[in-house]
């Protein structure tokens, strides 16, 4: 039998000893989920909670970190540790309370080895660093969070593809600017500009890193109140870097930072990007270069798909800045997905469709 293109093997039967070891393993964990159900339900009731708790809690967790009642039971017992802290002087307070955050994001990383895509163990850590901005002075809560900037760095080098990590790096990035001057904040902005150029540099066809990259160039020009001149110029350079990339039109990734850069001219949508101020003659003499640029790379590349469909998505916005879809316009446009129906007939009925919308 096979499923999804893979076959299924039948399971390697298992050993008495294998399963009476399997066994075990189960009875021990039903015991420490019990034990730590137990206790922490005392302890909330006392407000106590000792350090044999929380290693049980941490050995139950080390098992099954999908288990995101622990991570609560966790939080409990933390908390309780941070208000005993707070009854000591403002810097000894300060003192454990950081000792006390940093051991539970050491405790997190072999786990988020073992587990790297276990949202429960993420979303401890970030409350961990929440933590330090409602706990701690700003001077000590800033350095855990460009810490875990770090760690993320790491990881995308790791996985550079990974939008999860982006999303979660882009969240870091924003916490970071807030707990910073202006000025801090607009250094931020450059340094994480180089890194997501570094990033597209290493790796054409990460998406992530493109699309951060519009996001921070958007940053960049609002911080630096640019003018419509030098808001032009960015995007000239953006639209010769992305034809240069385009030099392998079969990477879909490029496309769409493509696609985003065409929002540009789009009059419905551009007053959200790069150049938002471009006249329509400007728009539309943009728009008859990026199509005859278009046409050239399906010297030898005939076969692909994503170039006939750039060339209507850029025809049909050159109709829309106009006013009216021009009858050559049409015919061109027409013959584009008669070319579109033989490269690409799974989706024959959705082209037809848009044929018939003509």
Known sequence: MASHGVRRFKPVEKTPEERQQELRKIDEYKSLESFVSEKVEVHVAQQIFTPDTLQ?????????????????????????QFSEAETSSEEDASTVISDLIKNDL?????????????????????????????????????????????????????????????GYRRFLVETIRQLGTPDEAKGMTQKEFAYAKKMVGANLSNFSAWHYRTKLILRILEEHGATDEERKKILDEELDLIRQALIDPYDQSLWFYHQNLMCVFDPSMADRTMAPNLSA????????????????????????????????????????????????DRDQILSWLSELKKI?????????DFERSL
């Not at 409602?134 to 996985?159: I, N």
């Not at 046409?295 to 006013?323: N, P, R």
Request: with cysteine; net charge neutral; glycine share 4%.
């Open 106 to 166: 050491y405790f997190l990383i072999p786990l988020l080895r073992s587990f790297p895509k276990c949202y429960w163990i993420w979303n401890y850590r970030l409350w961990l660093l929440d933590e330090t901005r409602r706990l701690l002075p700003l001077a000590v809560a800033r350095p855990f969070w460009e810490q875990e900037l770090a760690l993320v760095g790491k990881m995308l080098t790791l996985d550079s593809r990974n939008f999860h990590g982006w």
């Open 56 to 80: 049980k809690i941490s050995d139950l967790l080390g098992r099954n970190p999908e288990y995101y009642t622990v991570w609560n039971y966790r939080r409990q017992a933390l908390r309780h």
């Open 344 to 352: 690409d007939p799974l989706r024959q009925h959705r082209w037809l």
């Open 281 to 328: 003659s400007e728009r539309l003499q943009y728009l008859r270069d990026e199509i005859e640029a278009i046409q050239e790379m399906l010297d030898g590349a005939e076969d692909c798909k994503y170039i006939y469909q750039a060339l209507i998505e850029c025809t049909l916005l050159v109709s829309k800045v106009g006013g009216s879809l021009q009858l050559d």
